[in-house]
Structures are given as structure tokens and as C-alpha cells.
């Protein structure tokens, strides 16, 4: 029904809206990136356990084949985080969002190298365009440079949990594989606090609202957001639902500069770069779309 689409189109643009939050919420909070992913993974896996012990707990359920797969992506999931979160600590949100939307373009590289897929030419013709943009936040942004390839680490690490999970998708249920990888990861974090990491009580204390940002963070950003955004796919076309997550890092951008004005201002160039990239991720997305249909 076109109401339910309607709905759904709203609705989606909300969830995405409060992804692109949560960057926003990742620079608030005053903790350092591995404690804020440990309490983000390990709050939002216990808001979907309580999901599933009061909706359907067979979705505790997981093959054992999956095992080794989920594991893998809730490590990769959770450094992706952590260095997302670094990045925004050191960089900024806008100059770390810049670098996240080039993980569309990532995700179209890797997978003919990763699940055997013929190369698109479509696809280089854009991701040409998404490197012209990365160059000149680069070079209008080069004093961040390392904050920069921190970023683009991220990305990298996205678009690499993005394939494996459209992969395990096909075997087995998305809320139950998201349960099981924020789990993974929380668990990971902590064990690499306590056997690697510098860190003492002090680090994971909450300072004046972290309580609160890292709830709506867990609960909301995550655990809620996953769940609506599932529940849309019934009534929107992939491609709809690609085209809406782009504008995440405009989203978060604007809010960014919402919050803190001046602060987040960058220069001229670097919002050319970012509209040249953000530009090829939307036309690739059209003509993939007109090329299918």
C-alpha cells in the first residue's frame, strides 16, 4: 500500500538521521574510543536481548557453521568503531563523515576480489570521481592527514563488514547475526582492555551527561535503529534504501554544525571534495539503478 510506503520512506529517513546522530553523540561523550564501543556494542546487544526474550526468542538461534563468520564480523565491526570514533575524537565529525561515504565506492571494489565478481566498469568511472573528491580534502585538509587515513581505515572496514554481511544475510536472520557481532565485539573490546589495552577504571566513568548520550547512543542509534530499519525493507526497494543511507554524512554533518557553528567549519575546498564524492556515490546508485530495471 502506498501509505505503508509512505510511512516507511519517513521512517527510514528518521533512522538515518539518528545514524548520522550518532556521530555527533560520539564526540560529546567524553570517553576514549575502545571504552565509549564497549559500552555502545555490549548495551545495545543487551537492548536486543530483551527484544528477543519478550518478541521471539528464536532468534537466539544461530547455525553452528556461522560461528566463524560472526565472530569475524563482530571484531571487524567493533575496530571499525573504534577508529570511527577516534577519528571523530581527533578530526572532527564532518571531516570523518567525508571520509565514511567513500565506503559505498570501497564496498563496489572489494567484492569482485572478494566474492569473485566481474569488475564494473560503471564502477571505476565513479570511484575515479570519488578519489578526485578524497584528493582534495586531502589536500585542503592536509594538516589532518592522519586523522584522514584513520577515516579511510574505517571505511575500508565497513564496506569489508558490509560484504561479509550480505553474505551470512542469505543464511541466516539480520537481527540475530547483529545480536550475536555486537556481543562479539563488546566481549573482544574488553579482552583486549584487560590484556592489551592502557586502561584502568577511571577510563570507563562517565562524566556529566555520558550517561545519557551513551544510552540514546546504545538503545536508540543502535539497537532501535537496527530494528526499524529491517522493518522498512518490507515496503522499500534496495535502491531506495541505498540512496537514504548516503545522505547519513549530511545528516551528521549538518547537525554537527548545528551544534558546534564555527567549530566544525571547514574550508571551501573541503566541501567541494565532499559534494564531488557525495555526487558519484548518488550517481552510481541512479545509473546501477536505470542499468537493473
Known amino acids: 500500500m502506498q501509505s505503508d510506503r509512505s510511512k516507511s520512506l519517513l521512517l527510514y529517513h528518521f533512522v538515518v538521521v539518528i545514524f548520522g546522530f550518532s556521530s555527533v553523540l560520539g564526540a560529546l561523550i567524553s570517553l576514549d574510543a575502545i571504552p565509549l564501543v564497549i559500552y ?27 560461528w566463524s563468520s560472526v565472530f569475524m564480523g563482530g ?11 577516534y577519528a571523530i575524537k581527533i578530526a572532527g565529525v564532518s571531516l570523518t563523515l567525508s571520509m565514511m561515504a567513500t565506503g559505498a565506492f570501497m564496498t563496489a571494489m572489494l567484492e569482485p576480489i572478494l566474492i569473485k565478481r566481474k569488475v564494473l566498469v560503471y564502477e571505476i568511472f ?11 580534502i586531502f589536500n585542503a585538509e592536509f594538516e589532518e592527514f592522519q586523522s584522514i587515513l584513520i577515516a579511510l581505515f574505517s571505511a575500508f572496514l565497513s564496506a569489508l563488514f558490509t560484504i561479509l554481511n550480505n553474505q551470512m544475510v542469505k543464511k541466516a536472520h539480520p537481527i540475530t547475526l547483529s545480536f550475536y557481532e555486537l556481543l562479539i565485539g563488546a566481549l573482544v573490546g574488553i579482552l583486549y582492555v584487560l590484556f592489551f589495552g592502557n586502561y584502568n577504571l577511571n577510563d570507563f566513568q562517565f562524566e556529566d551527561w555520558d ?20 522493518k522498512v525493507m518490507k ?24 551544534i558546534w557553528n564555527e567549530k566544525e567549519y571547514l574550508s571551501p575546498m573541503f566541501y ?22
Not at 40 to 66: C, D, E, H, Q, V
Not at 213 to 227: D, H
Open 211 to 230: 550517561f545519557v548520550w551513551i544510552f540514546i547512543l546504545a538503545f536508540i542509534c543502535t539497537s532501535y535503529a537496527f530494528n526499524v530499519s529491517i
Open 75 to 85: 571484531v571487524i565491526i567493533a575496530i571499525h568503531w573504534a577508529t570511527f570514533f
Open 235 to 258: 515496503h522499500l526497494s534496495s535502491f531506495t534504501i541505498m540512496m537514504i543511507i548516503n545522505l547519513e554524512p549530511i545528516y551528521g554533518i549538518l547537525l554537527s554544525l548545528a
Open 40 to 66: 555502545r556494542m555490549g548495551l545495545a546487544a543487551l537492548g536486543l536481548a530483551i527484544y528477543f526474550i519478550l518478541y521471539n526468542p528464536k532468534y537466539f538461534i544461530l547455525k553452528t557453521s556461522m
Open 126 to 136: 565513479f570511484g575515479g570521481f570519488t578519489a578526485l573528491g578524497v584528493g582534495l
Open 272 to 293: 567541494l571534495g565532499f559534494c564531488i564524492v557525495l555526487v558519484s556515490i548518488l550517481m552510481n546508485g541512479i545509473y546501477k539503478h536505470k542499468k537493473e530495471s
